[in-house]
């Protein structure tokens, strides 16, 4: 139960690493707040949560929609008086080289996986300032780090997440609030769907969902003093 007693915010939380992350935060006793744009399928892991004896609660929530993100953490300040944790996790994926890749598809990842980390981030700031308490664990891949070919909106998006990640690092650490990039290789989720059933059909060199949640279990109960700036997983070549 190393969680207990926490209240921790997982966006992105109906699917893959999301879904893993809330799973396993509630198994270690955390009060844990389901949030992505699909309600139908958010309900369907908070019964699944619940049924196995967890604590959830779940917001539809559009990361990239400002006004949304700050009334859901107004609901959540309002009926848990705080926000231990904030696991930015949702995000998308599609693959394209730059002559192919469109505008639209270029902006929408960089709103996804950059702006709507970065309000995420913004809106609980204030609650964790005042605390002098938090942790902030964002999601961001091997390809916000090293890009590969025909990964231009995608990883130009995570190159992004991770700068945000450093700064707000920076900026928060006086406070005594850990704020940590958690890099993970492919693993095996609905994201990379149609590209990586090309490049790797049997996914055996994949993680699985559950290993990057005992990553951000580390993350989330490091000590204040911790001020660790990333952790990566990759899977076994
Ligand atoms: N699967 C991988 O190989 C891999 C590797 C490294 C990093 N990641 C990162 O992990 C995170 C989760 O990805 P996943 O693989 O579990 O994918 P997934 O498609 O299974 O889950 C993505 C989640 O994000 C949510 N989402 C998307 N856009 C949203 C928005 N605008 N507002 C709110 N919710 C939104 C979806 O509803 C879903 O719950 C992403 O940030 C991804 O880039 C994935």
Not at 19 to 38: R, S, T
Not at 96 to 105: H, L
Not at 145 to 172: M, P, Q
Request: aromatic share 8%; glycine share 8%; with cysteine.
């Amino acid at each position: 139960m190393r969680l207990k007693g926490k209240v921790a915010l997982v966006t992105g939380a109906s699917s893959g690493i999301g879904k893993a992350i809330a799973g396993l935060f509630a198994k270690e006793g955390a009060e844990v707040i389901l949030a992505a744009k699909d309600t139908r399928k958010l309900k369907a892991v908070q019964k699944e949560i619940q049924k196995e004896g967890g604590r959830a609660f779940s917001v539809s929530m559009d990361i990239t929609k400002r006004n949304q993100v700050y009334n859901s953490i107004k609901t959540i300040i309002k009926k848990y008086g705080r926000v231990d944790i904030l696991v930015n996790n949702a995000g998308i994926a599609r693959w394209d080289p730059i002559e192919n890749v469109s505008d639209r598809d270029f902006d929408e990842h960089m709103l996804v996986n950059v702006t709507g980390y970065y309000n995420c981030i913004k809106a609980v700031v204030p609650y964790m300032v005042k605390r002098k308490s938090g942790a902030i664990l964002n999601i961001i891949s091997g390809s916000g780090k090293n890009a590969r070919a025909g990964t231009v909106a995608y990883s130009t998006s995570k190159f992004g997440a991770a700068g945000l990640s450093d700064a707000v690092h920076e900026d928060l650490k006086k406070y005594g609030i850990n704020v940590t990039a958690i890099y993970p290789g492919k693993t095996d989720t609905p994201i990379h769907d149609a590209y990586l059933k090309k490049s790797d059909p049997k996914r055996k060199k994949f993680l699985r969902p559950e290993d990057v949640a005992k990553l951000a279990i580390y993350a989330a109960t490091l000590p204040p003093y911790a001020k660790l700036k990333e952790v990566s997983l990759r899977p076994e070549e």
